[in-house]
C-alpha cells in the first residue's frame, strides 16, 4: 500500500508498506523508462546497482515486460581488484540477482583488476559510446550514490568513472548488508562511476528501504543540497523517483 508522496524540488518520493511493494514499484517505473527509451530509439543503456537494497525491485524488474535483447547492461561500482569470479565482488551479485536471468543485449562489468586509471579510461569511453538512460540505484548510510561518499563525491567532477577511497561509515555498511564479517574485511579502495555520470541518465529509479537509511532518508530529502550528502543530487533531476519502505522513511513521514 502507497503511504505517502512526498516532492522535495524536482524529486518525487514514494513511501510503500513493506518492501515488496516498495520494490514492485520502482520496478514498474524502471519498466515504463526502458520501454519508453526502447520506443523511442530502439535500445536502451542501463545502469545497476549491487546491494541488497535492490533485491525486491530486481526480483520484480526480472518479470517486467522489458525486452531485454534491447537493453545494454552496465556496472555502477566495484571493488578494486575483485572481479565477477569473487563471492564478494557486485560484479557476482549483479550477475547472480540479474544478468544471468535474461537475454540482455550486452552486459559490461568494471574490469576492477585491471591497473586503476586503465580501468577507469577503459569504462570512461565505453559510457561514452553507450550514454546511460536508466539507472536502477540506491543510496548509502552515509548519503552516498555509487561510492561517491561524501569526502569524494563531487557534483561537477571532471571523470565518468573513478578510483576512491571508502570512508568507514561506507564500509561498516558492508557489515550491515551482511556482505563482509567485519569492516577490517571491507576493501578500502573501489572504482566508481561519478555523480555526473550517474545524473546523465534521463532516469533514475532509486530503491531505498530498510532502517539503517532513515537517516540518509532524512538528510536527503530536508538537509543541505550538496556533496555533504550526495544523494541530494537527485532532487533537482527532473527523472527521479525514490521508493522507500515505511522503515527508511520513518523521519519523513
Known amino acids: 500500500m502507497l503511504i505517502k508522496t512526498i516532492n522535495t524540488e524536482r524529486l518525487v518520493t514514494y513511501v510503500y508498506d513493506t518492501r515488496d511493494e516498495m520494490g514492485a514499484a520502482a520496478a514498474k517505473y524502471a519498466e515504463e523508462c526502458i520501454n519508453s527509451v526502447i520506443e523511442e530509439k530502439g535500445f536502451a543503456n542501463v545502469i545497476f546497482a549491487a546491494a541488497p537494497s535492490q533485491n525486491e525491485t530486481l526480483y520484480h524488474f526480472l518479470k517486467s515486460s522489458v525486452d531485454f535483447t534491447k537493453v545494454n547492461a552496465f556496472h555502477m561500482d566495484e571493488y578494486l581488484g575483485l572481479s565477477i569470479k569473487d563471492e564478494q565482488s557486485f560484479a557476482k551479485y549483479l550477475f547472480d540477482h540479474v544478468f544471468s536471468h535474461a537475454p540482455f543485449a550486452s552486459v559490461h562489468y568494471l574490469p576492477a583488476t585491471l591497473e586503476k586509471d586503465a580501468a577507469c579510461r577503459s569504462y570512461s569511453d565505453l559510457l561514452v559510446s553507450f550514454p546511460p538512460d536508466v539507472v536502477l540505484m540506491g543510496i548509502g548510510e552515509n548519503g552516498h550514490i555509487a561510492f561517491n561518499d561524501p569526502p569524494v563525491a563531487d557534483f561537477n567532477d571532471p571523470y565518468l568513472v573513478k578510483p576512491v577511497a571508502l570512508d568507514d561509515v561506507c564500509r561498516m555498511q558492508q557489515v550491515h548488508d551482511g556482505c563482509f ?73
Do not use: Q, W
Not at 578500502?188 to 531505498?208: D, F, G, I
Open 181 to 253: 564479517p567485519d569492516i577490517d574485511s571491507v576493501p578500502r579502495y573501489a572504482l566508481t562511476l561519478t555523480v555526473p555520470a550517474l545524473v546523465s541518465a534521463r532516469y533514475l529509479v532509486c530503491t531505498v528501504p530498510a532502517p539503517t537509511k532513515a537517516n540518509a532518508v532524512n538528510a536527503m530529502l530536508n538537509g543541505e543540497y550538496g556533496e555533504v550528502c550526495p544523494a541530494t543530487a537527485l532532487r533537482r533531476h527532473g527523472g527521479a523517483k525514490m521508493f522507500l519502505d515505511k522503515d527508511s522513511a520513518a523521519l519523513v513521514i
